[in-house]
């Protein structure tokens, strides 16, 4: 399928826009509440619930499901694998955030557990988190990529191929592939990188962006041209990490699709 | 009993500033830290406490007692009922805010079962969580009402006699009932309903409120005039969600008794 | 051993840019993200774990360990256990916040096993927390300091003499001591009282300079002033607590070994 990136994003933020679909998140604790916000300001509405008691009634009410591991219990993953099921079984896709896989065992066989008993449409995480997942040698110091060895592109394809999803890296550059596809993306700002839960926050629009797009690629590719373009807009206005942290915010609610197909600084390989 | 709403919601503040009430809430993970913020911007003074071995200790020294299922837990719904039967001992007054009842059963039961096991002084709620508790049909997309049927003054009054409790609905204009009276509050502004726990800051101002105001009607429309006004205040400062957030907390704490009683568009029925 | 306080607080500044340590929290739920992004904005990389599962092998990358039990609950007492220990063998830092000690019985109980079964590099809190730890008389409302019986500075040096600790009370003037030493600190600002969660952060800040610093009083001393300097930077740029929350993680990150040096307002007793 070939396609042409000036008419990839905008269309679907259109839709999100349209349809307000129900984002629920089984997420950690420590950008909870960004992820409500930023998934309101593209234009969906967020839930989080993780009691097993009733996250399956839940997803069932959702576009996406969004699973993050960022401060993982046993109990969550539970919920994880109940909601995950029943998401599957619905066809509402899912994205899992792998944070911190490669950081400590737990965190890298809970992201390998969930990507083997559910069928997870995209993987979103740093250049060493994926590559801990593929068994690529790399550092991750806490929840953050020092160091991964290898060329980014070959480990995002290899990634795509090994985990049967569409998989993105997300950096200077954000990299996302499936089996057969390679979408580069950049757009985004170094103050990005200043604030914690960014990348939280790009798998929450990614997940926003899935709820509405046929393609899981497509998807990953307009939730990453919106948060990057979203950083562009706010830096200016910012003073540091603090104030550009609620102009972000600001900066999606203010993104429209012709914004998005402007801005947009993604190409296909 | 007559009340003139000018004199209502503007001493009550005052009255916070010069007490400091402890409000202990047990609460959602995704606004705690909004709901802690804005409760000192009144005047208050916050303390999140959901360990079964202190709840009962802890809401022995509060002036009034938060109870929000957003993110709901076996554990914690009986440390709220601890809590809330130390709270009722103690003649302290509990506020109930029943997020996404009517989603799913655990929530629309877990509000159910508090109202039932516990004396509640108000619930505070979207018009289709309210509506839930009722019976009323509606639609709860996650925690955001979509829709319900029926006319809200009459679910505001219908809910107030049937659960026994002053009941506020908030929304474009806020309804708050008890019995035998209807109050609507009028502030407020379209920003509110962009940023996720605006409802939940709410219940905690009337948390505030109901701590030093013997008539929980009218602790409920000073709680709601505050919210209301403060989003008046910060709309025209702010560029988006984000950065209203922080000029709403910022119009708390500016707020005083001249402001509360200039500004508010309470009226009685 | 003798310091002049002006090289105190900003070589180590420099050094935690320079080194990026990892800080390992297990941390209360209400002002998660703001030690987060506090820890981010100073130079260092913050991770928030706490599963019984893999703390052990967390601390273990870490270069200090924050254990503040602003939301306790039993399994994340046994989680700071099992970390404290790891970090005690591994000669690994750890800083104790024991957020609200004299509200309840729980918390008091938990800070002093805590510093019974880990070596505590430094502990801080406000005065009545401090207070409650030695059995000095006070009010903790909640989390907050109402009032506290004798003089600060022996509080303080009582209070690190029998425990062993240095100790940090923070307050309009902040006091740190050792079992011979006193320093004093007069940065920060009234507003840094008007938001929750501003000693937690100072909490957090402590724990960077920790990870760099061989002595920990300094590092506690180079905590609070980048915290209170910081404070006095945000202050005129804010509206009120909620701007002023934006504006501080701005003046952490401008920050740099000059500012700390001719800002900071140290002395020594």
Do not use: Y
């Not at 994003?9 to 259109?14: F, I, Q, S, V």
């Not at 599957?88 to 899992?96: F, R």
């Not at 939280?200 to 990453?224: H, K, N, W, Y």
């Not at 950083?231 to 104030?243: K, L």
């Amino acid at each position: 399928m070939e396609q042409t990136p000036t008419n990839i994003p905008g269309h679907l933020l259109t839709a999100i826009r349209e349809r307000k679909p129900l984002i629920h998140h089984i997420t950690n604790m420590v950008v909870m509440n960004d992820t409500a916000n930023i998934t309101l300001a593209i234009g969906a509405l967020p839930v989080m619930a993780h009691a097993i008691e009733e996250v399956e009634e839940m997803v069932g009410l959702a576009g996406a499901l969004v699973l993050n591991i960022g401060t993982l219990s046993p109990s969550q993953v539970e919920a994880m694998l109940r909601a995950g099921k029943q998401a599957n079984a619905k066809g509402i896709p899912i994205i899992l955030d792998p944070v911190g896989a490669g950081a400590t065992r737990l965190r890298t066989e809970t992201a390998l557990r969930l990507l083997s008993e559910l069928q997870i449409a995209v993987v979103r995480g740093n250049a060493s988190e994926i590559g801990a997942l593929i068994g690529v040698a790399g550092e991750t110091r806490g929840v953050e990529a020092i160091s991964v060895s290898g060329d980014p592109e070959s480990i995002v394809r290899n990634a795509a191929r090994e985990l049967g999803s569409v998989v993105a890296i997300t950096g200077v550059r954000d990299l996302v592939a499936d089996a057969t596809r390679l979408a580069r993306v950049d757009n985004g700002h170094p103050l990005l990188a200043t604030i914690t839960g960014s990348g939280c926050m790009a798998t929450s629009l990614i997940g926003a962006f899935l709820a509405v797009a046929p393609d899981p690629l497509e998807a990953a590719v307009g939730g990453l041209v919106a948060m990057g373009l979203a950083g562009e807009m706010a830096a200016p206005r910012s003073g540091g990490p603090g104030t550009f942290r609620s102009h972000l915010l600001d900066a999606i609610a203010a993104l429209d699709e012709a914004a998005m197909n402007q801005g947009q600084k993604a190409n296909f390989a």
